[in-house]
Each structure stands twice: as structure tokens, then as C-alpha cells.
């Protein structure tokens, strides 16, 4: 969508394999994405919240989005603790999906 769209929307889907991969290096190069992607199975890395943490901040600013949708699949629990770690904070459902709010000037919260 972002693509396609000339970045109207501010989204950025973690699905990505209906698009080339030379679109998504960018993608590929931020933290949060790639922990993401490894969550779905599509990157064989590991996805490890805490030690995300550091570059949390500058990786969601460079996205320029304010909200992470994690949709209905079989790692949206996954997906969501992960992200509930990285942010400190709960997601808000929406139907079958949970949004968390992306923090915009803050740093990202350490872990408790």
C-alpha cells in the first residue's frame, strides 16, 4: 500500500511476499520489522523484544507511522507479546486484529 499509494497511507504491512524484495531492503534494515518478519517465519532469525529495545525508538520513528496492526494469523500471539514487550504497553483489540500505538517522540520504555 505504501508503495502503491505514493505513502499516503502510513501503513506497513508485515506480509510482504507479494512485493519484490529490492522494494523492502529499507524494511528488511529496521529492527522492528525484521523481529516481525522473523515471527511470521519469514526471516529465520530470532525476534527478541528486550534487545530491541535499544533501537526501538529511532527504528519506529523511521517508519513514520503511529500505529502497529497486528492482524488474525496464527503468530498474532506471538506478534503481540513480542510487541507488548517491546512498547511496555497493552494493544487495543479491534475485532480480530489488536493496534498499538506507536510512541512518537519518547524513547521506548526499558522492560520491567
Request: charged residues 20%.
Amino acid at each position: 500500500m505504501q508503495v502503491t499509494d505514493s505513502g499516503r497511507y502510513k501503513l506497513v504491512d508485515g506480509y510482504l511476499s507479494y512485493t519484490p524484495d529490492r522494494i523492502w531492503q529499507d524494511y528488511y534494515a529496521n529492527p522492528v520489522l525484521r523481529s516481525l518478519l522473523a515471527i511470521q517465519g519469514e526471516l529465520h532469525i530470532p525476534a527478541n523484544a528486550i534487545a530491541d529495545q535499544r533501537v526501538a525508538g529511532d527504528s519506529l520513528r523511521s517508519l513514520d507511522a503511529s500505529a502497529i496492526v497486528v492482524f488474525d494469523s496464527p503468530q498474532q500471539g506471538a506478534a503481540i507479546t513480542y510487541l507488548e514487550t517491546l512498547l511496555a504497553a497493552r494493544g487495543e483489540r479491534a475485532g480480530s486484529c489488536t493496534v498499538f500505538a506507536v510512541p512518537t517522540n519518547e524513547p521506548v520504555p526499558a522492560a520491567k
